[in-house]
């Protein structure tokens, strides 16, 4: 089930309120990564305790959106006017200045393999965001209750030093089928391109992507195999049954027998099939 959280750029140093119908101008104006119902440690780096803020979950709809009114209105029955969830926003300058100092310890904690994708992490988030950079964690099952879950999430940051911090992250990006850029860092766009940029996922390849390989090295070897017999196969092939033939007829000649010579035949095209197959060999 998709529970989607979203690392946001943002113009305004909050959350937009439907309100104020600030939706509306919102996307599509920098970048935006996505991760489902997880929050990935290097949007960790970015961020601090002091950053929680909280927001309306009625204001996520535009007051004077028609396409979102029935939506607006389920989502005043289901919460009510006031209800509110936690969210983090902080400035793209501060957030650039703790990547930069959490670097060398998040790349201790989780090995020096990982640096190129934190560091072109970095220069995307630089490139990439606006003025300020929002974790919308609205998606969430359990939105309304998930400050604690923040705050501990956050403080993992800054004990690296404790050797099980990260234990569980490091086991999962050692099995063969973890995408590290997802785990890490997610997977979004911005205007002026993808992340994970094309030089990073060269360093680190999505791993679902590899089974179509597989299948055109199987496709591969079908054609091989299927490939145009050459000249030589029906001259064996033409020569094996007048051998065959010429076997049958004098073995006739010599004994007048119907039955003995139907057996020579037989034998001899056996015989002589096996050894055209042996000489054409395996196909390539």
Known sequence: MSHPVYLSSSKLPRMPEGSRNEWRGFFGRGGELEANAFFPLFWRALFSEGDIRHARFVEAYDIDDEDSAIEREECLQDYGPEAAYPYLVTDKATALSRLAARREAIVAAIGERYRPLYEGFEAWTAQGFADHILLRTEGLPDAADAEPWLRSELALVDKLNDTGALAGLVSDLSRHDTDPVWQLAGIGASPDGPWPTPAV????????????????????????KSKPRSWIDPVLEWLAVALSS????????????????????????IALGLGVARLRGPRS
Do not use: H, M
Not at 250 to 267: K, M, P, Q
């Open 246 to 269: 010429g076997a049958a007829l004098g073995t006739y000649a010599f004994t007048r027998s119907i039955w003995l010579t139907l057996l020579v035949f037989l034998c001899a095209a």
């Open 201 to 224: 996922r060269a360093i680190f390849p999505d791993p679902r992507q590899r089974a179509p390989r597989k299948q055109g090295n199987a496709r591969q070897a079908e054609e091989r």
